[in-house]
């Protein structure tokens, strides 16, 4: 395992983050909670020593089964780095939504503490950016939380520059939490020359796209009811679907042919050599789905193989689409 040092904080932790979206079931069709505890022990067993969620995976459940894993791990709590989110409300009428208001926050910050049963969140990001509220109010609620020791990093997830320019007029920003992987690169454009510029840690979300670059889906792979790629994500949709899937095959193939690698593994050690301060989120919800991860170090994509990917990318997916699928809506909109 790779580890650093979080630029501008003195957090230590490994490259690779444990991404628990899944484990909060929604979104994913549900979740099956010992399972998830053992995924969760087996990735610190392996030397993951981050572990990224919000309130939203699962409206507390993923936070909750942190906490319960964590409590009976051997680990200290000063051993693991805990990344966690707010800025997403929810009622059972609309589901979630944007909500950035210092009132929310400071009481967002409790529930969090319990879930996790600890007293304080390594790295807090602000999940989605609510436009409806001042962004000097929601900079000064995390700045409040970070002097207080609350947290001890600050984060702004799917922020673009201009707005994270504002927010950086009432609190520091240490981290960016964006989407970046072979099929969602928008973030190259602006935000991760920006962390870079600003010495911010960029944690990389939906490293495999959500399952696509695992290798393991094929065009009759059945989803669950409620998981999102099932209707809703647009690559997991005829036609697009078969151009992923064509992409998926050729890189696969190139990874065998150059370094003896399957796909999945491609996938995260090209995110694990972007530019910058990079720390790659890959979700997994069952314990032998983390066994490549002794497989990422002992090999390098050259410069060549990287222009060959880009070429793959551009002849076999003609119509690429984004994670606007994602955004959560803003109250206004409801
Ligand atoms: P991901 O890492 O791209 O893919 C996760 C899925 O890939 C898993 O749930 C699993 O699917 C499949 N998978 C993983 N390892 C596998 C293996 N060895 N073999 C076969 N399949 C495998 O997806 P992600 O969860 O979207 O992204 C990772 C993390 O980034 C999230 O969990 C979350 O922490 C963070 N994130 C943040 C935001 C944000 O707005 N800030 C947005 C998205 C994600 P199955 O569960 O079906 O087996």
């Given at each position: 395992m790779e580890n650093m040092t979080m630029k501008q904080t003195n957090i230590e932790t490994s490259r690779i983050g444990l991404g628990t979206w899944a484990i909060g079931g929604f979104q994913w069709g549900g979740t099956d909670e010992q399972e998830a505890q053992k995924t969760i022990h087996a990735a610190l067993d392996k030397g993951i020593k981050l572990i990224d969620t919000a309130p939203g995976y699962g409206f507390g459940k993923a936070e909750e089964i942190i906490g319960k894993a964590l409590h009976s791990s051997?680990?200290?709590?000063?051993e693991i780095t805990l990344s966690s989110k707010t800025g997403l409300n929810w009622n059972e009428k609309d589901g979630l939504f944007r909500d950035s208001t210092k009132a929310f926050i400071h009481q967002d910050i409790e529930r969090t503490l319990r879930n996790l049963q600890?007293?304080?969140?390594?790295v807090y990001h602000v999940?989605?950016?609510?436009?409806?509220?001042?962004f000097y109010e929601t900079a000064e609620a995390l700045n409040y939380l970070y002097k207080e020791g609350k947290i001890r990093a600050i984060g702004l997830s799917n922020f673009s520059t201009e707005q994270m320019d504002i927010f950086r007029e009432a609190a520091p920003i240490h981290a960016i939490q964006v989407p970046h992987n072979l099929f969602e690169?928008?973030?190259?454009?602006e935000l991760l020359p920006y962390a870079e510029e600003k010495e911010l840690t960029a944690f990389l979300y939906s490293s495999l796209t959500r399952g696509l670059l695992?290798?393991?889906?094929?065009?009759d792979s059945q989803f669950s009811e409620?998981?999102?790629?099932?209707?809703?994500?647009?690559?997991?949709?005829s036609p697009r679907f078969e151009q992923y899937l064509k992409a998926v095959k050729e890189l696969d193939e190139l990874a065998q042919d150059r370094f003896n690698k399957n796909v999945l593994e491609l996938a995260l050690r090209w995110n694990l050599q972007q530019p910058g301060s990079t720390i790659s989120l890959w979700g997994a919800r069952?314990?032998?789905?983390?066994?490549?991860?002794?497989?990422?170090?002992d090999f390098f994509i050259d410069d060549e193989t990287m222009r060959d990917i880009d070429e793959i990318l551009m002849r076999t997916v003609k119509t690429p689409i984004g994670i606007d699928f994602m955004a959560p809506p803003n109250k206004q909109d409801l």
């Open positions: 051997s680990l200290n709590r000063s600890t007293d304080y969140v390594d999940h989605w950016p609510d436009t409806l509220t001042p690169r928008n973030s190259e454009n695992s290798g393991n889906i094929t065009k409620g998981d999102i790629r099932r209707d809703t994500d647009p690559k997991f949709q069952h314990p032998e789905q983390l066994a490549p991860l002794d497989n990422l170090w």
